[in-house]
């Protein structure tokens, strides 16, 4: 029961930090104008995304004591690690699907930018980096870090928007759950058991500028 509480908590934790870094990311593009990124600036970019949301799914693995002393929730240490890889992991999954696809279907448009390479050294980098604040916790005690985990847990409370990210959650969830079926299947047969989506919602028809909760946002959508 733990774990599932687990699972649904990070899952609200992940909507609501892509719903704040949306508006991040709409900042920049209105700082940069019509520029469009360069390859090297999209993925710098990303990686402050990614390790600013290890940084704050550590910290919601914390437990603050009656004095100012940080402790480790040791017992959620390990799965929030394991989900947090594996969600990182199906967005690039999910990445090289539209890649796929529009190789396939939507030849003539312009790329998307991408590096797989780039990709798997960002997730091997965040990983380092919630290893090495299971090191050093005091790190993760910053300004932006705990301004992120106050904005989550002011929007969660909230009645109504609170609720729709509890839905998400509760979605997150049953993906979650689903992705545990298709690696063990893909270990015991060698292929998945179902095709899993991370986002919320439907895929078929959406335009080009719509957005989905704890979806990653394109870079090219945004130049």
Not at 210 to 217: M, R
Request: proline residues 2%.
């Amino acid at each position: 029961m733990e774990l599932i509480n687990l699972i649904f908590r990070l899952g609200v934790l992940f909507a609501i930090y892509g719903f704040l870094w949306f508006f991040i990311e709409w900042g920049m593009k209105l700082l940069i104008g019509g520029r469009k990124r360069t390859l090297g600036e999209i993925y710098l970019i990303k990686t402050v995304k990614y390790l600013f949301l290890v940084n704050v799914t550590f910290l919601f693995c914390l437990e603050q004591m009656d004095e100012p002393v940080i402790q480790v929730n040791y017992l959620n240490l390990v799965p929030s690690f394991i989900i947090l890889m594996v969600y990182f992991l199906g967005k690039l999954q999910q990445k090289e699907q539209r890649i796929q696809m529009m190789t396939n279907f939507m030849q003539g448009l312009q790329e998307a930018p991408f590096n797989r390479q780039w990709e798997l050294a960002l997730i091997v980098l965040s990983g380092l980096t919630f290893a090495g604040l299971v090191c050093y916790p005091q790190y993760s005690e910053n300004v932006i870090s705990a301004w992120f985990q106050k904005s989550i847990l002011d929007i969660e409370n909230t009645v109504l928007i609170g609720f729709v990210f509890k839905v998400i959650g509760f979605f997150f969830l049953i993906g979650m759950f689903l992705k545990m079926l298709n690696a063990l299947n893909y270990i015991l047969s060698g292929k998945p058991l179902v095709n899993v989506k991370t986002g919320f919602g439907t895929k078929q028809g959406k335009s080009d500028d719509s957005f989905d909760d704890f979806e990653e946002i394109d870079d090219n959508k945004l130049s």
